[in-house]
């Protein structure tokens, strides 16, 4: 199962198009796509699951990037940041209108579109967890946090951020997207919670409880101190412990009744 980020590139210029793409996936991101006009991202875009929007301004066709990236928030919300050699007032003034993460100008500098995309989903991810009910995607991705809103991660701690079904976890440099369905075992090693997959396992600097809080989905449910397990993934159970594929963990006598319970309403 690939955990990359997956982007779409909006560039009517093959060679700045093919050379983007192809720093992107050395990072270790993945291109779903790339849109030389308005007609080609849009159907890529419903086609594939973007969690990241790339997009020069000045493409060819009926729709120039801005315009796209309108028709694009209309299907559902997804952060933005803009690559363009165009930084007149005017053409910012009709970009902010859709809320962009960034707008870098041409040639882009790949740390600073790194750190561009890193901020873009931690910023996108905490607006969508402070919007649950939002009606509209302009509403998910202009709204502002309100000033008294208490910081949810303590400082100095990694970050969980959670999109639909998957979450995003800090692993050095750059998020990594993982489906909440991949989620075998969430097992607290001292001051961190271990993630473990169906293919990798991922450490975040964050207490078992701060993660099943930050999760808050049915789907998990504490069975033991030590560990939380999907109980969709559950394969054998007995008075003692809970096997899920290849992994094993012990089931607490305080925890049982609230696992019996999850299992009987998944």
Same mark, same amino acid.
């Given at each position: 199962?690939?955990?990359?980020?997956?982007?779409?590139?909006?560039?009517?210029?093959?060679?700045?198009?093919?050379?983007?793409?192809?720093?992107?996936?050395?990072?270790?991101?993945?291109?779903?796509?790339?849109?030389?006009?308005?007609?080609?991202?849009?159907?890529?875009?419903?086609?594939?699951?973007?969690?990241?929007?790339?997009?020069?301004?000045?493409?060819?066709?009926?729709?120039?990037?801005?315009?796209?990236?309108?028709?694009?928030?209309?299907?559902?919300?997804?952060?933005?940041?803009?690559?363009?050699?165009?930084?007149?007032?005017?053409?910012?003034?009709?970009?902010?209108?859709?809320?962009?993460?960034?707008?870098?100008?041409?040639?882009?500098?790949?740390?600073?579109?790194?750190?561009?995309?890193?901020?873009?989903?931690?910023?996108?991810?905490?607006? =969508?967890?402070?919007?649950?009910?939002?009606?509209?995607?302009?509403?998910?991705? =202009?709204?502002?946090?309100?000033?008294?809103?208490?910081?949810?991660?303590?400082?100095?701690?990694?970050?969980?951020?959670?999109?639909?079904?998957?979450?995003?976890?800090?692993?050095?440099?750059?998020?990594?997207?993982?489906?909440?369905?991949?989620?075998?075992?969430?097992?607290?090693?001292?001051?961190? =919670?271990?993630?473990?997959?169906?293919?990798?396992?991922?450490?975040?600097?964050?207490?078992?409880?701060?993660?099943?809080?930050?999760?808050?989905?049915?789907?998990?449910?504490?069975?033991?101190?030590?560990?939380?397990?999907?109980?969709?993934?559950?394969?054998?159970?007995?008075?003692?412990?809970? =096997?899920?594929?290849?992994?094993?963990?012990?089931?607490?006598?305080?925890?049982?009744?609230?696992?019996?319970?999850?299992?009987?309403?998944?």
């Amino acid at each position: 199962m690939d955990h990359s980020i997956n982007i779409l590139i909006v560039e009517d210029e093959a060679i700045l198009a093919m050379a983007l793409c192809d720093s992107l996936e050395a990072e270790g991101y993945c291109v779903v796509g790339m849109a030389s006009n308005g007609a080609k991202a849009v159907d890529l875009f419903r086609r594939n699951r973007v969690d990241l929007l790339l997009c020069d301004i000045n493409i060819r066709g009926e729709l120039d990037g801005i315009e796209t990236a309108h028709q694009l928030l209309r299907i559902r919300p997804v952060p933005i940041i803009y690559l363009t050699a165009f930084s007149d007032p005017d053409t910012v003034e009709r970009a902010k209108q859709t809320a962009p993460a960034a707008y870098m100008t041409k040639p882009h500098n790949l740390l600073n579109l790194r750190i561009a995309i890193d901020v873009a989903i931690h910023n996108f991810a905490r607006q =969508t967890q402070l919007l649950p009910g939002s009606a509209s995607p302009e509403a998910a991705l =202009t709204a502002e946090k309100k000033p008294d809103a208490p910081e949810r991660d303590p400082p100095g701690r990694d970050t969980i951020l959670k999109i639909d079904d998957y979450v995003f976890v800090k692993q050095g440099f750059q998020f990594v997207k993982i489906s909440l369905a991949d989620i075998l075992v969430l097992e607290a090693e001292d001051t961190y =919670t271990v993630f473990v997959t169906t293919v990798k396992k991922y450490a975040l600097r964050q207490s078992l409880s701060a993660v099943l809080e930050r999760l808050n989905h049915p789907r998990f449910v504490r069975v033991h101190r030590s560990y939380a397990i999907n109980v969709n993934r559950v394969d054998t159970f007995d008075d003692h412990g809970i =096997t899920l594929g290849s992994q094993s963990v012990p089931l607490g006598k305080n925890y049982k009744d609230e696992f019996m319970r999850r299992l009987q309403v998944r």
